[in-house]
């Protein structure tokens, strides 16, 4: 699977858009990118995935550019509640390996 | 949404003794899980792939012996840790797959709440 690279931590401020950027320059054709995040203490969630449009659902929109060289997860009006570790990936969907691979990801804190 | 469910969600344990770890799909027909785990302030990192009826694929560096794995249905795997010592007391987390008609799998990996081992 294709490296991710993304920054260790951010802070947003409360009812703010967060921009959370991830960059895969060495994705393949058919990788998705995928994103998780992980509350303190609990499994990490699956909040969205793509692999070339922009994509948005309940959670979160996913801008992802049209080289695929890079990919951005918009959470857009932060809660403190949304104060976790968010993981972007990028894999092969579906077939005989997709088991998921996690880097360590950005510590988003929600500030009041 | 998909629910996977994990038991016991915290455990004490003697230091030799074997712990054992569930991992259920609620709603859902898993014919692949994975079994992870994580230690204070590192990411997760994936032990072994569980696939339904078959022996568990292991990562390198994990001890096959130690960390039983057994997936004996759709929905059920089990993580053994066999002869537990402090050192694996750790957060072990399991994903499923969910299968999607046709045999397809849908993309998303749904993860369980997490088990928390401490070895004293």
């Known amino acids: 699977d294709a490296k991710t690279t993304q920054p260790t931590s951010m802070d947003c401020a409360e009812g703010r858009a967060a921009n959370l950027p991830c960059n895969h320059s060495?994705?393949?054709?058919?990788?998705?990118v995928y994103w998780y995040r992980q509350i303190h203490s609990q499994g990490p969630q699956y909040i969205i995935h793509g692999l070339k449009n922009n994509e948005t659902n309940e959670m979160a929109s996913l801008i992802i550019t049209e080289d695929r060289k890079s990919s951005t997860l918009i959470l857009p009006h932060a809660t403190l509640r949304d104060t976790a570790v968010y993981y972007c990936i990028v894999r092969v969907a579906g077939g005989s390996n997709y088991k998921l691979t996690f880097g360590k990801g950005t510590l988003l804190t929600v500030n009041p | 949404g998909a629910v996977v469910s994990q038991h016991p969600s915290w455990v004490i344990c003697k230091s030799g003794t074997s712990v054992k770890i569930e991992c259920r799909s609620l709603d859902f027909q898993a014919t692949t899980m994975f079994w992870y785990r994580q230690f204070p302030k590192q990411s997760l990192m994936l032990m072994a792939t569980?696939?339904?009826?078959?022996?568990?694929?292991?990562e390198q560096g994990v001890e096959k012996d130690k960390f039983l794995i057994n997936h004996a249905s759709l929905t059920l795997s089990t993580l053994t840790v066999t002869s537990a010592h402090p050192e694996d007391s750790s957060f072990y987390i399991c994903s499923a797959a969910k299968v999607a008609g046709g045999g397809r799998t849908v993309g998303e990996l749904f993860f369980g709440e997490g088990s928390r081992l401490t070895v004293l």
């Open positions: 060495t994705i393949s054709g058919n990788e998705y």
């Open positions: 569980s696939n339904e009826g078959s022996k568990a694929t292991y």
